[in-house]
């Protein structure tokens, strides 16, 4: 019988970079004779991806990432197509992925998940060149997180506080074009947010019904609001219902392309992480089944 080699690729600064994930400590949680263990660290932003490379390369037959949604979109977008199933230990603050997938907070809970693995295949986002696995946005959910990032406020209260930013610098919204589902139209968002899972994080959401494995993405579209309604959507937020603001449009595609007035850019966020966009135009679409990811195993 041969080695199980699993290969850990940890971000050291995940959540309030507590959690101290070392060889030492895994090998308490594995058996010697038949796993080989790796543990390797990501040092700056797309550290992640050139890392899971490198595992991929070395012949690794499990890649867990070990961080919060960010190091899980590096680590994942390397394992799309593969069939290397993906491990996910959630170091997190908002962990939206983890928490859709039921993978426990708990360290030596999902640890255990790995040393007999279950998996199931999910759907994988592409908005251009890039995958994401829960979510998608432009418009302030990008000005939410670009603030939320340079606050280093790795918690809840740091998100309402990036929130209250992005409020005092909310300023007109850019006339867009989208396109989904064979129809077109034009648009002043407020915000235009694109899901594969039904948890941003924090277990808020914007969009309750979306799944994993449907093959649909979850789009919704807020319409230019004022500040009052802004308030009121973050009531509805905490609530689960933001469908139920006037202004919000919700649907499900395979794919919607949108574009901006010529010369302007679009700042988005791709699970969780601001990303700018160069380009005036966006295409998203979906992967059908294209990531293996080891969950716990169904009850009964």
Not at 170 to 182: T, V
């Amino acid at each position: 019988m041969g080695y199980q080699r699993i290969h850990f690729i940890v971000n050291p600064i995940a959540g309030k970079g507590e959690r101290v994930l070392n060889e030492a400590y895994l090998d308490q949680f594995f058996i010697k004779s038949f796993h080989r263990l790796t543990v390797k660290y990501s040092q700056y932003k797309t550290h992640a991806t050139s890392l899971t490379k490198e595992s991929v390369a070395e012949g690794a037959d499990i890649i867990v990432a070990c961080g919060g949604d960010g190091t899980i979109n590096e680590v994942a977008s390397c394992l799309v197509g593969t069939g290397i199933p993906l491990g996910i230990i959630p170091f997190g603050s908002g962990n939206g992925l983890a928490s859709n997938l039921h993978i426990p907070k708990n360290l030596r809970e999902a640890l255990g998940l790995l040393r007999n693995p279950h998996t199931i295949r999910i759907d994988a986002g592409r908005m251009n060149d890039c995958y994401f696995f829960s979510n998608t946005g432009v418009g302030f959910d990008a000005s939410v997180i670009k603030n939320y990032e340079s606050s280093n406020r790795r918690t809840l209260s740091g998100y309402l506080g990036a929130c209250m930013t992005s409020f005092k610098e909310l300023k007109k919204p850019q006339e867009i074009g989208i396109k989904a589902n064979g129809k077109q139209w034009r648009t002043n968002p407020f915000l235009v947010f694109v899901s594969n899972t039904n948890v941003m994080g924090y277990h808020l959401s914007l969009t309750p019904q979306a799944s994993l494995q449907d093959g649909l993405l979850d789009v919704l579209v807020i319409t230019k609001i004022n500040r009052f309604k802004m308030l009121v959507l973050g009531v509805l937020l905490l609530m689960n219902k933001p469908h139920l603001l006037k202004e919000a449009t919700h649907f499900q595609t395979s794919g919607l392309d949108l574009s901006g007035l010529p010369g302007a850019h679009f700042d988005s966020q791709i699970d969780g992480e601001f990303h700018p966009m160069e380009d005036n135009t966006i295409s998203i679409g979906i992967e059908l089944k294209a990531l293996t990811v080891i969950v716990p195993r169904p009850k009964g």
